[in-house]
C-alpha cells in the first residue's frame, strides 16, 4: 500500500503553480503557508466542548492537525506547528480557551500539543508514500495520525492523574468524535486534490 517512491504532497504539487521555479517565490510561498496553517490551528481550539469529568476539551483542532499534515508534507507542517505553540508560549492566546504560556503545556492537555508535532509529521511521511490517493488510504493514515496524538496525550494524562483515569477522561469520551473528524478528513482530502489540480492546470494554461 505504501509506495516505494516519494510522493509530492498537495503542496509540492500546487507551489510550481502559484510561485513558479523562483526560490525567493517559493519561500515566500511557504511562509504564506505556515501563517495560514497556524491561523487555522489557532482558530480551530477557540469552539470546543467539555466532556465532564474529562479535563480536556473536544475542538476541531485534531482534525486541522491531520489535515494539514497530509498538504503540507513533514517538514512543513513540522515548522507550522510548532511556531503555532511558540507563538502560544510567548503570550499570543493560540491554544484552547485562550490559554497562553509555558503552563499550557504543563496542563492536562499538553501533551496533545506535543502529539500533535509528532503526528502531522507522521502524517506527512506517509503522505510523501501515497497515502493521501484514496479515501481508504486516507482514513488509514488518519487513524494513525490519531494514534500518534493519543499516545503522546494519554502518557502525560497518565502521569498526572493515573492510566486508568486517563484513558477514561482522556481517550474514551473522544472517540466518537474523532472518528467523525476521520469521516470528514477522508472526504475533504480528495476535494482539496481536485482544488490543487485545478489550480495547477490554470497555471499551465497561462504559461500556455
Sequence with gaps: ???AIRQNTSMDTMLPAI???RRMSRLLAQLVFILAGGTL???SPQFNVMVPPSPVPITGQTLVVLMIG?????RLVAITILAYILAGLCGLPVFAGGGVGVSVLVEPSGGYLVGFVAAAFVIGLLTQRGMDRSILRIALAMVVGTLVIYLFGFAWLASLIGMEKAFLFGIQPYLWADAMKLVVAACLMPAAWRGVRAVERMSADGRG
Design 19 to 21: 510561485a513558479g521555479n
Design 70 to 74: 497530509m498538504a503540507f508534507g513533514p
Design 1 to 3: 500500500m505504501l509506495s
Design 41 to 43: 490551528l489557532a482558530a
